[in-house]
């Protein structure tokens, strides 16, 4: 089965941890090269949690992004693919 490769991002710890998902992929590779560059991205800015909090950068790959005292990273996940061609309806439609 196909398989589709996002790239999430992640910052905070136990209750004020979040989690989100920046783009998605259709090869590993790729996913992996984009989620360097988006921690490229952030380290490049060498800021902590204050200077952060009082700018006004934007990432520019990741429009979601968010950053704590605990930094961001990003990580892969991968979830099946279903060629939508291959069905005309799904199950659940009536």
């Not at 989100?20 to 560059?37: D, L, S």
Request: glycine share 6%; charged share 30%; net charge positive.
């Amino acid at each position: 089965m196909k398989k589709i490769y996002i790239v999430c991002g992640s910052t905070g710890e136990y209750s004020d941890h979040r989690t989100w998902m920046v783009k998605g992929f259709p090869t590993k590779r790729k996913a992996i090269a984009y989620a360097k560059e988006c921690q490229k991205l952030i380290d490049k800015q060498d800021f902590d949690y204050w200077q952060f909090k009082h700018s006004n950068w934007k990432h520019p790959l990741d429009k979601y992004f968010e950053f704590d005292y605990t930094g961001t990273s990003y990580y892969i996940s991968d979830v099946p693919f279903e060629d939508p061609e291959l069905h005309t309806k799904w199950k659940g439609d009536k």
